[in-house]
Each structure stands twice: as structure tokens, then as C-alpha cells.
């Protein structure tokens, strides 16, 4: 079983044990406090990856809703609130870009997201080919060295496997949370049946239940998130942390003439997803997408901002996870905030029509 973190903007505990989550007021010293211990957050991700570097850092400055337009959820049926976008484990962050990337672009798109209102990072290093366990990123995150970052709000499990009792699991997540190294704990890519087996057990034995799920959710894959996951979430609480958005990049309008020598699907860890564009599926989602622009243009926005609105427009979702290779592409994809309001219900059922995709829910049958 692999694990990751998710860390969010929070007050960290001190030596004086202080409450970690008492309220920010507004005051200057309680202000500059909070500011400071989000940019500890935001630095120590950096630092966990080698990414950081005190030299030339951009300062960070206070970000609010009002000033960014960001949105924020309240993570499942939980108390922790966490931005609508948050900055994911496909982006420069991750162990392969960084060899690939210089290393000041992962300090941006860091700063970016952070000067945008983003509180809430995924440091999941799952996709790193093996190359890096998630573990050590955990470990690195938990000894903080003098930024003193010492836990982190959700830990995230990956599906188990079949040979991992579920009661070894759960004990092993209310163990983490117990011993202070997280506040929550949370499933990444489990069934609907796996997660209330977790709950079940956890009820049974007195320990403690996942909040959300970390699940894959854009145009083109929606069973889960609105179908499974309300269902989960009105009987035990249990909310949606989302990626993906841009389905591996097949929704950035870049595969629309096939496979660009410059794009992830021409790398050859990647066939699995040049095969899926270029099948015959992909070309309808392709053409499907075409049809899409002039509802973007309508919008006055991209067909990416359209499509991580449609995400947000979802109330069940708590915070969509963006997965961002340069500074341009991750502000483009912040522009999605901008394009949310404009995600009526005419909108959403024109977008629906051509997708032809909407997935039934048992009220659906119902009604």
C-alpha cells in the first residue's frame, strides 16, 4: 500500500501546543502569522522535492476569495476547507518533470498557485515510475527540518490490493491520524464497495473513517464522481478530491490533427495513451470537443477553462486537482474561477446534449 499527502494552508502546531485549527482573525500579527505558515506549507512541499530555493524565491503575498475569486469546500462532510482548484501530481512537481524542467518553473507554478487563492497541494508521487516512492515524500514532509512542518491535513491511500486486509488499512490510516502526522485520511482511486467496506470496518472497531475520495473526473469520465460518490457522500460523508480534469491533456484542443512529437502521448511510457486518442473512440471525443468551441467563445473562455468549470460547476466535487506543466498553462487553467458563475443550467445541459454522456442516478430511475 503507497501512500500520499495532500497539505493545506493551515496554522501550525507549535511548541506551545497551541490549537493547529483555531481561527485567523484579521488582525496584523494573527495576518502575518497566517501568511507566514502558508508560505512554510508551500516552502516545505518545494524543499521535500528540491525545488526550493531561498536565492530568488517571488514573495507570497496574503491571497483572499475576494481578491482571487477562489472558492472554498468544506473537504466531505469534514470541517477542513480547501480551495475549488487545487495544484495536483501531474505537474513539474513530480520527480519526472523535475529532471526535464528547470527548477524555478516548479517554484512558480507553486507561487502561482499559491498567489491565486490555492490552499491545497498534492504532492502524490504515484505516477513517478517507480522512481520515487510516495513514502519518502511523506517522510520528508513530516521531518521538516527548521520549517518545523509537523503534519500534514489529509494522507491519501492508494486502491488496495487484494492481499491487504482492509481492517490493516484502516488501522494503519487511524494510527497516522492518532499519532498526530494527519488530521484526516482519505482513498485514492478505491470502488464504492471498498470505501464503505473501510467505513464498516472502522465503525466496527472504533477507528476512523476516510473523509474523501481521490478520483478521476472530467468530460469523458463521470459514472464515479456523480453517480457513486453522492450516494457515498449523503450516507457517510464521504466527499470528492478530483483529477484529471483535461483527461491526460486530451481536452487541451492539442491532439485535435493526432500526436504532436512534442506532447506526453508521444513518449513511449505513454502509448497506452497515444492508442487511446487515436482509436476510434478518441476521434469521437475529438470531434465532440470541436463542438464544444463555440460554447467556449460564447463564454469568452478556452476549451480548458471550459472544461475544469464544468468540473467545478459539480457541488459534490470539494477541490479539482490541475495538473500544469508551465506557468502560461497553469494560469489558463486558474481562469476556469472566472468561467464557474457562467455555468448555468442551460449551459450545462447544451454541454450535456453533446457529450450524450450523462450518467443516471437512481433518482434519475425514479423520476
Partial sequence: MQVSIACTEHNL??????????????????????????????????????????????????????????????????????????????????????????????????????ENGVNLFDTAEVYAAGKRSSLVITTKLYWGGKLQLEYVDVVFANRPDNNTPMEEIVRAMSYV????????????????????????????????PPVCEQAEYHLFQREKVEVQLPELYHKIGVGAMTWSPLACG???????????????????????????????????????????????????????????????????????????????QLVENLGAIQVLPKMTSHIVNEIDNILGNKPFSKKDYRS
Fill in 177 to 208: 491520524i492518532n499519532q498526530g502526522m494527519a488530521m484526516y485520511w482519505g482513498t485514492s482511486r478505491w470502488s464504492a464497495m471498498e470505501i464503505m467496506e473501510a467505513y464498516s470496518v472502522a465503525r466496527q472497531f472504533n477507528m476512523i
Fill in 13 to 114: 502546531k507549535g511548541r506551545n501546543g497551541d490549537d493547529r485549527h483555531s481561527k485567523q482573525n484579521s488582525s496584523g500579527g494573527n495576518v502575518v502569522n497566517a501568511a507566514r505558515a502558508r508560505f512554510r506549507t508551500v516552502a516545505i512541499i518545494a524543499r521535500s522535492l528540491g525545488t526550493f530555493t531561498p536565492q530568488h524565491h517571488i514573495s507570497l503575498k496574503e491571497s483572499t476569495a475576494k481578491q482571487t475569486g477562489m472558492k472554498y469546500r468544506n473537504l466531505g462532510k469534514s470541517g477542513l476547507r480547501v480551495s475549488c482548484l487545487g495544484l495536483g501530481k501531474s505537474t513539474s512537481i513530480t520527480f519526472t518533470n523535475i529532471l526535464n524542467l528547470c527548477l524555478f518553473v516548479a517554484e512558480q507554478l507553486m507561487t502561482i498557485a499559491y
Fill in 250 to 328: 486530451i481536452i487541451s484542443g492539442k491532439y485535435e490533427n493526432g500526436v504532436p512529437e512534442s506532447a506526453r502521448a508521444s513518449l513511449k511510457c505513454y502509448q497506452w495513451l497515444k492508442d487511446k486518442i487515436l482509436s476510434e473512440d478518441g476521434r469521437k471525443q475529438q470531434s465532440k470537443l470541436k463542438d464544444l468551441l463555440p460554447i467556449a467563445e460564447r463564454l469568452s473562455c478556452t476549451l480548458p477553462q471550459l472544461a475544469v468549470a464544468w468540473c467545478l460547476r459539480n457541488e459534490g466535487v470539494s477541490s479539482v486537482l490541475l495538473g500544469s506543466s508551465n506557468p502560461e
